[in-house]
């Protein structure tokens, strides 16, 4: 048999393991152990989206609707977008990895800032693209620098803010800037698995609204703050056209 070179050589993202294997192995009690590792949240999920969950129980026998049709217009009403804004995927991952199938092969430039999140270059090398790391700046993101490491050849530009595995983040004005300063053949994605827990969130959606941008793709996850990481259910908010050949590519 003949692998893939690029699976053959990807590095593998190890996640956090359950309590329950952990537990196993070093004999412990389950309840004494506390898991950090995943950013699961403590708290559980809303009994609201318990109460959902069960009532859905007896419909697991058919096929879910693919469009998402009640989910994207109630999250598209909440945000103040269409629903041709919204693409859903299984988990944020899944966004980032159609980033992968829509826009990057051979040869295209991805650029990271040092200590990004583990996916972006298992992203980059699983389409053969190569990855330019930006040095950090105290542990976050060098904005200027990753503008000055994009090239012709660049496709997409990462930014996880706030970040993980770090937990900085960058000054709202100076990410908008950022934003509005990438070139137009650049895809921007900015990640914003923790955007609710601030209680002073940078504004870039009005900016895809506006139509300011159309290369800026937001991702957002029901994982951290709403507590639904078993559900599998992430999204990214961005131009339509972009949207689409998300869609096109899943
Ligand atoms: C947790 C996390 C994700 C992925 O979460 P999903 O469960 O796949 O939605 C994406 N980006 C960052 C920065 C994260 O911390």
Not at 104 to 109: G, I
Not at 133 to 138: C, F, G, H, Q, T
Request: proline content about 7%.
């Amino acid at each position: 048999m003949q692998f893939s070179s690029v699976v053959r050589d990807l590095p593998v993202y190890i996640p956090g393991r359950p309590i329950e294997e952990v537990a196993r192995e070093y004999g412990l009690d389950p309840k004494e152990i506390i898991k950090l590792a995943s950013n699961e949240n403590p708290l559980g999920p809303s009994p609201l989206a318990v109460k959902a969950v069960r009532a859905f129980l007896r419909k697991i026998h058919l096929y879910p609707d693919g469009n998402v049709f009640y989910l994207k217009n109630a999250l598209a009403h909440k945000l103040g977008m269409k629903p041709e804004n919204i693409v859903f995927g299984n988990g944020s991952n899944e966004i980032l990895e159609l980033v992968g199938h829509a826009f990057l092969e051979r040869n295209a430039e991805v650029v990271v800032s040092r200590y990004c999140f583990a996916v972006y270059p298992i992203v980059a090398r699983l389409f053969g693209a190569k990855l330019v790391e930006v040095p950090d700046l105290n542990y976050g993101h060098d904005l200027t620098g990753m503008l000055a490491a994009i090239t012709p050849e660049t496709r997409v530009i990462f930014v996880a803010n706030p970040n993980n595995p770090t937990g900085t983040r960058v000054p709202n004005e100076s990410l908008v800037k950022f934003v509005m300063s990438v070139p137009d053949h650049v895809l921007v994605v900015v990640d914003e698995a923790y955007f609710e827990y601030l209680e002073d969130p940078p504004d870039l959606i009005s900016i895809i609204r506006e139509g300011r941008r159309t290369n800026l793709l937001l991702v957002r996850t029901f994982s951290k703050i709403y507590g639904l990481a078993g559900l599998r259910i992430g999204y990214g908010i961005g131009d339509a056209r972009v949207i689409a050949m998300l869609e096109k590519g899943a």
